[in-house]
């Protein structure tokens, strides 16, 4: 089912969902301009208003569903609607989470660094990501798998193959595409699913997974806060490897808060190493949380032994931070590669300014009496000597003039990878350096060259 907001026109006060504004189902596309149902005059879809309802909810329209056996989605009959209405009004027989965001009762809408003005009006508990129906189902099969009788291990797999199908069956879900990933965003228009055909594939697919993990070998796993391990030893463990939030581009705990409530267990947010305006961290405390996840991981790991860091920033502020994190719990930074994860994530890829690959970071730990090793503090020039170098070498190495190795994302990489080799702090950040780049050297079709020998 299609599921719309209702929008008014700020000409004639037309109230509409908003595929009534230009949005055509026969090609899936929207019109470039919002077109009024009812005056047809022109508007800009962006200065349509939404409609609340009393307790001052965006209201929602269903607007195309789709019955079984049927290959394209059409308008819905009175009987649909008719059916949507009795469900509406029927309370859900079951437990499913109902709090406030975040836990926050605010009293005002905003309850977190994800939220938004506009596309989370009204939006203040769980259940405001979920429709009814979808809401009940969920319950069902959640309170079905917690009574079934059989062995605990595969009571636990039944709920979490629930708990994580509910992740892609909220309202995020936009009619033609899935969730945007990483955020809380709310569509205009939202397909909602059926929650059993989910779950019968989810399943499916999930039985096909176990018959591949290898049983037996001793694995243990722990979910907790890496500031604090007291229940692993010193000096054990041969190696970690360790994929860290990358400062403040997500804020995980928000972004997990909808599953986690249907646990019933969510993430303690005092520990987690982010930067984030609503919990009150800035730099200095991301310093300090990264500083204690890595002194215990130095105090596990058997000394000269290694630890990856898979990392990329693109404000040197961060970048400082992990370097100071690094060196005050004692790690040496012996060496950092560029790692090709053939095609950037979502954020990397739709966030100007950010950086598109991630880099791999080699720290040893030194046996634990030596004394400290502190990177050095360094200038924006350094930075300019090494684009300089860079492409000196590029050229003598007659890199095609069209290599990505010259493109802005590749150099800022490469620059911050020479800098953390040689122990000194990145100098820049990465929206100075791409215009600042722009500004010094020459560049044709997104790739940078020196400027040729004669140029003023
Ligand atoms: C970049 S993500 C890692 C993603 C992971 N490698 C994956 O592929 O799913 C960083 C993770 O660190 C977690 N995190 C944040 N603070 C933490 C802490 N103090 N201890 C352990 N994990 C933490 C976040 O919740 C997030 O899941």
């Known amino acids: 089912m299609i599921w719309a907001e209702v929008y008014r026109c700020p000409n004639c006060n037309t109230e509409a969902p908003f595929s009534e504004y230009g949005f055509d189902f026969e090609d899936r596309s929207r019109a470039d301009e919002a077109t009024c ?28 569903t789709k019955h079984r056996g049927q290959r394209r989605d059409h308008d819905l009959s009175p009987p649909d609607l008719a059916l949507i209405e009795r469900i509406e009004g029927m309370p859900i027989p079951y437990w499913h989470p109902d709090g406030p965001m975040m836990g926050r009762e605010t009293g005002k809408d905003s309850w977190g660094d994800m939220w938004r003005r506009g596309y989370h009006q009204g939006v203040r508990r769980v259940s405001d990501f979920y429709t009814k129906r979808t809401l009940w189902a969920l319950a069902a099969a959640l309170q079905f798998a917690r009574e079934l009788d059989t062995d605990p291990a595969v009571g636990h797999a039944v709920q979490q193959t629930i708990v994580n199908a509910s992740i892609n069956l909220t309202k995020m879900r936009r009619a ?47 979910t907790q806060s890496s500031t604090c391990l007291p229940n692993i030893p010193d000096d054990c463990a041969d190696y970690v490897f360790t994929d860290p939030p990358f400062g403040q581009n997500i804020i995980y705990s928000e972004v997990n808060f909808l599953w986690e409530s249907w646990l019933g267990i969510t993430t303690a947010a005092e520990h987690e190493a982010i930067v984030s305006k609503y919990q009150k961290k800035g730099v200095d405390e991301y310093e300090g949380l990264m500083s204690a996840c890595f002194e215990e991981f130095r105090r596990i790991l058997k000394p000269e032994h290694w630890m990856t860091v898979e990392f990329h920033n693109s404000s040197n502020d961060i970048w400082s931070a992990i370097q100071g994190a690094l060196e005050s719990s004692g790690f040496v930074v012996e060496d950092a590669r560029i790692l090709d994860k053939g095609q950037p994530s979502f954020k990397q890829a739709s966030t100007e300014n950010a950086v598109q690959q991630d880099l791999v970071i080699s720290a040893r730990n030194p046996q634990k009496r030596r004394r400290l090793r502190n990177s050095t503090q360094s200038k924006d020039g350094d930075a300019w000597e090494f684009v300089q170098a860079r492409l000196t070498s590029l050229e003598a190495e007659e890199e095609a003039p069209g290599s990505p190795e010259r493109t802005d994302r590749v150099l800022y990489s490469r620059m911050v990878q020479a800098f953390l080799r040689e122990g000194l702090r990145v100098p820049i950040s990465a929206a100075e350096f791409y215009r600042e780049l722009a500004q010094r050297f020459h560049q044709r079709d997104g790739a940078y060259c020196l400027p040729p020998p004669d140029a003023p």
């Not at 699913?193 to 697919?205: M, P, T």
């Not at 999930?206 to 243990?220: L, N």
């Open 176 to 222: 033609y595409q899935g969730p945007i990933p990483l955020v809380l965003y709310l569509p205009r228009m939202r397909r909602e699913s059926n929650v059993l055909k989910v779950l019968e594939a989810r399943f499916r697919r999930g039985m096909e997974a176990a018959r591949q993990i290898p049983t037996g070998g001793e694995v243990i796993i722990s």
């Open 37 to 64: 149902p009812g005056c047809g005059q022109a508007l800009n879809a962006r200065r349509l208003a939404r409609c609340v309802d009393d307790s001052d909810k965006v209201r929602e329209a269903p607007v195309r």
